[in-house]
């Protein structure tokens, strides 16, 4: 199964307002009967996750049903992340996942009204791929919400190429998050147990070791995460530098 936990209402990773500001825009549209597909593209730890969990909550806040799924590596289960938000979605209700079937060649229908998210489509199996491929193309778009997450480079040539010739021709809007700056990594630190700001002091010293971090991590949050200091420990060894574990490089390049 790969439905999601729902998101927590205070959903807004630091450093993407303008992306959280795109996607609060298209629910928007949404709720005035305008649907469309948003793209989140990335590197692995980018914050593709973390943005479709704001964006769901998003819709939540503002009443808009929301089904989400991620797609599981190596399940070739056909239809799979679909199944899975169909199954999840608010009007679920004990559905049996087995009657997607009859519903399968409509999804139009079935996603009507809803801020459907799929998370990591790069690891879709094939029918979910050529759907999804078949909804990107689609002339007219659906009363939907349509928001895709993958790492361009893993997807399926034929899905990434339907998303590039959407996001040309203008209908498929995509969001590609970049690499945090100091301030964000600084604003992440400061919601940690430990490293709570009290001063401009402390504030100071908050933006140095972020910009530190940021040296190491090349702003990627998933890097920042493993190379943060842990309780007690100096954020900077003898070097001058922040820590980089090796694991964490070699997650970042599966």
């Not at 049996?96 to 879709?124: I, K, T, Y």
């Not at 998303?163 to 040309?168: F, I, K, N, Q, V």
């Not at 190379?227 to 900077?236: E, I, K, L, N, Y």
Request: aromatic share 4%; hydrophobic share 40%; charged share 25%.
């Amino acid at each position: 199964m790969s439905a999601v936990p729902e998101p927590a209402a205070d959903e807004h990773p630091p450093g993407r307002e303008a992306e959280l500001a795109t996607l609060a825009g298209a629910v928007t549209a949404l709720r005035h009967g305008r649907g469309s597909v948003v793209e989140i593209c990335g590197e692995p730890g980018i914050g593709k996750t973390h943005l479709t969990r704001a964006l769901a909550a998003l819709a939540a806040r503002q009443g808009v049903p929301v089904a989400r799924a991620h797609a599981v590596r190596g399940d070739t289960t056909p239809w799979r992340v679909f199944r899975d938000a169909w199954a999840a979605g608010p009007a679920a209700g004990g559905r049996d996942v087995r009657w997607f079937d009859m519903v399968r060649d409509g999804p139009a229908e079935w996603m009507a009204g809803h801020v459907v998210v799929l998370d990591d489509v790069h690891w879709c199996d094939l029918d979910s791929a050529a759907l999804l491929v078949r909804l990107v193309r689609s002339a007219m778009p659906g009363l939907f919400l349509l928001a895709l997450a993958h790492r361009p480079r893993r997807t399926a040539p034929e899905l990434r190429r339907a998303l590039e010739d959407g996001a040309r021709a203008g209908t498929v809007t995509r969001v590609e998050p970049g690499p945090l700056d100091p301030g964000a990594v600084a604003a992440l630190l400061a919601d940690r147990p430990g490293h709570g700001v009290t001063d401009s002091r402390a504030r100071t010293g908050l933006l140095r070791i972020a910009a530190d971090l940021c040296g190491v991590a090349e702003g990627n949050p998933v890097t920042y995460a493993c190379s943060r200091p842990r309780a007690g420990v100096p954020s900077t060894e003898r070097t001058g530098r922040a820590r980089t574990p090796p694991d964490c490089c070699a997650r970042r390049n599966r």
